[in-house]
């Protein structure tokens, strides 16, 4: 699959299962995010792998952080925030560890972060792997950073989900219209 190909032809997968990239394929991926584009040569990127037992224990670290943000989530609310991590095999977990005050802003140090999230999700699809970029209220719950190990000012950019799709359908892929979204400035 050339890159073109792997680009338009990438779709999101929210039903993984097992087995997710291991070894070798899993170094493909992380080192397609350690290659994105770095103004600055920063590297504001952590990639925080969690599988196995540590889906249960990332289950917990947010149903606390959401019980943090609200004291009077029910059992079925934290339940489900437990259930989250456990709708694949793999949950890389991917950060900007961002530096304030830096020549280079911080939005700029999350963007980069976020280019490293796109390389992985188009190498996982080379890959023949299935992933979906998550964040939602999670990402930007600030008890869940310091659950994770992580400050305050750092950013949660995404909830990789990687496994294997469960089909190869592409669900609701619309069609690539260029003309709705591209006008001409003169």
């Known amino acids: 699959m050339n890159v073109y190909e792997t680009i338009i032809t990438r779709s999101s997968n929210p039903k993984l299962s097992h087995p997710a ?3 070798a394929k899993l170094d ?4 397609a995010g350690l290659s994105a584009p770095d103004h600055g040569k920063i590297r504001p990127w ?5 599988e196995g037992a540590g889906l249960e224990s990332l289950g917990e670290a947010f149903a606390r952080s959401a019980k943090e943000v609200d004291p009077d989530l029910d059992e079925d609310r934290l339940n489900r925030f437990r259930n989250l991590p456990q709708r694949a095999p793999m ?3 991917v950060i900007a560890e961002t530096i304030e005050n830096h020549k280079i802003p911080v939005q700029e140090q999350v963007l980069a972060t976020g280019a490293a999230v796109q390389n992985m999700l ?3 699809h080379a890959l023949e792997f299935g992933a ?3 964040t939602g209220a999670l990402a930007y719950n600030p008890y869940l950073k310091k659950h994770l190990g992580y400050q305050e000012k750092d ?3 995404a909830f990789l989900y990687l496994g294997t799709r469960d089909s190869d359908k592409q ?3 619309e069609p690539l219209i260029v003309e709705k979204f591209v006008s001409h400035w003169s």
């Open 46 to 50: 952590r990639f925080l792998i969690v």
């Open 28 to 31: 493909q991926i992380l080192k």
């Open 132 to 134: 979906i970029w998550r």
């Open 155 to 157: 950013e949660i950019v």
């Open 21 to 23: 990239p291991q070894g």
């Open 122 to 124: 188009l190498v996982s």
């Open 91 to 93: 949950v890389i977990v």
């Open 171 to 173: 669900k609701n892929k």
